[in-house]
Nanobody, 127 residues
Framework: VQLQASGGGLVQAGDSLRLSCAAS????????MGWFRQAPGKEREFVAA????????LYAESLKGRFTISRDNAKNTVYLQMNSLKPEDTAVYYC?????????????????????WGQGTQVTVSS
C-alpha cells in the first residue's frame, strides 16, 4: 500500500484546510486509517483515526471539535478537515494505515499500530 498525503500549505490563523490521503496498491476499505503530525523537535503526535466502516472515530482530545476525519472507500481516500487553525497546528501531517486491527481502540493513538505511512504534507499556520 502506498499512501500519498496532500493539501497542506501556508495559511493564516483561523483559516481552514482539508488534507487528503490517497491510497494505491490495494484497497484500504478494511483498514483503520489515521492522521498524525510532527512539529520540529517534537515527537509524532496522534491526530485522529477512523474505522473501515466510518462508524468509529477517535480524536486527540485537544483537537476534537476543530478537526474532522472522514473517508471515501470508493475513492480509496481519507480526509482531514481542519478548521480554526492555530500557529501551534504547524507540523508535517502524515496519514497511516493499520491493516491488522479489526476494531478501532485507544491503541490506534500510537504510531506503532500502523503498518503503512505516507510521506507527509506540510501545514504552516501564521499568526
Amino acid at each position: 500500500v502506498q499512501l500519498q498525503a496532500s493539501g497542506g500549505g501556508l495559511v493564516q490563523a483561523g483559516d481552514s484546510l482539508r488534507l487528503s490521503c490517497a491510497a494505491s496498491g490495494r484497497a484500504i476499505s478494511s483498514y483503520i486509517m489515521g492522521w498524525f503530525r510532527q512539529a520540529p523537535g517534537k515527537e509524532r503526535e496522534f491526530v485522529a483515526a477512523i474505522s473501515w466502516s466510518r462508524g468509529m472515530l477517535l480524536y486527540a482530545e485537544s483537537l476534537k471539535g476543530r478537526f474532522t476525519i472522514s473517508r471515501d472507500n470508493a475513492k480509496n481516500t481519507v480526509y482531514l478537515q481542519m478548521n480554526s487553525l492555530k500557529p501551534e497546528d504547524t507540523a508535517v501531517y502524515y496519514c497511516a494505515a493499520d491493516r491488522r486491527s479489526s476494531v478501532i481502540s485507544s491503541l490506534n493513538r500510537s504510531p506503532s499500530e500502523y503498518d503503512y505511512w505516507g510521506q507527509g504534507t506540510q501545514v504552516t499556520v501564521s499568526s
